[in-house]
């Protein structure tokens, strides 16, 4: 069960990072547009 959280918990990290990273993309591409 511990690990099964864990999993869930990187799962849950991981999504957060590739989002946060996609609206940085975002970010810097509207302002040198």
Same mark, same amino acid.
């Given at each position: 069960? =511990? /690990? %099964?959280?864990?999993l =869930? +918990? +990187? =799962?849950f !990290? %991981? /999504? *957060? @990072? $590739? $989002? #946060? @990273?996609?609206v !940085? !993309? @975002?970010? #810097?591409? @509207? =302002? *040198? #547009?």
């Amino acid at each position: 069960m =511990s /690990s %099964k959280r864990h999993l =869930s +918990r +990187r =799962s849950f !990290l %991981k /999504s *957060t @990072a $590739m $989002m #946060s @990273a996609g609206v !940085l !993309l @975002a970010a #810097s591409s @509207a =302002s *040198t #547009s």
